[in-house]
């Protein structure tokens, strides 16, 4: 069964700090990586997408992939209270439909 | 632009019942694929369309089905409800089913 995992936190940190969200999934086929913001009670929000090895930056967040140790990360650095959410690790791989596989998300908490 | 937009927000069934979720895409977007969302869960997969066609279908009993119009907005149904079917239901748009998904804001289902 293809997995994706997160650690389900919470996870705190105080107000600009850098939070590092952690992901790893089974699928060694995986060929995308996504990572998706929730606030309580809403519809998930797409932040980063990431196709290739290394790190991708946009703004506070920098997504890192290692396909060799099917590992996947999201930074925010200078934490704000705003991006207390909980975080989701979506995976797909190309070749096996294009459903996006997600993780159970890790809650972060950002303290003033 | 407007956005993904699903209807109802929200809906209250009894066990036994069937219910229909409504869904219109980003303008543009021939894709939509549809995920339950339990409480404290990630996101999983149901179905996906593209061009009217079923793409992919993940693992849900036959209770759930689905299509695409010629508008590219889609229908979720599921019949016979049960008490674990209550969830939220998630319908995401991307302009070619491999690209990017973006959430629209969820139809919360409750079955008593």
């Known amino acids: 069964q293809k997995e994706v995992e997160q650690n389900s936190g919470p996870l705190s940190v105080p107000e600009g700090a850098i939070a590092s969200l952690n992901c790893t999934y089974s699928d060694r086929g995986s060929q995308s990586f996504f990572w998706y913001r929730q606030y309580s009670g809403k519809s998930p929000e797409l932040i980063m997408s990431i196709y290739s090895n290394g790190d991708k930056e946009d703004g506070r967040f920098t997504a890192q992939l290692n396909k060799a140790s099917q590992y996947v990360s999201l930074l925010i650095r200078d934490s704000q209270p705003s991006d207390s959410a909980t975080y989701l690790c979506?995976?797909?791989?190309?070749?096996?439909?294009?459903?996006?596989?997600f993780g159970g998300g890790t809650r972060l908490m950002v303290k003033p | 632009d407007a956005g993904v937009t699903q209807s109802p927000t929200h809906l209250i069934k009894t066990r036994g019942q069937q219910v229909t979720l409504r869904c219109s895409p980003i303008s543009g977007h021939k894709s939509v694929s549809w995920y339950q969302q339990v409480l404290g869960q990630g996101p999983q997969f149901i179905f996906q369309y593209y061009e009217k066609e079923e793409r992919g279908r993940g693992n849900f009993p036959d209770r759930f089905s689905a299509r695409q119009f010629p508008n590219y907005s889609s229908e979720l149904n599921v019949n016979a409800l049960l008490l674990g079917d209550s969830a939220l239901y998630l319908c995401a748009s991307s302009s070619d089913g491999v690209g990017e998904q973006f959430f629209g804001p969820g139809t919360r289902l409750t079955v008593l």
């Open positions: 979506a995976v797909r791989n190309n070749n096996a439909g294009n459903m996006l596989t």
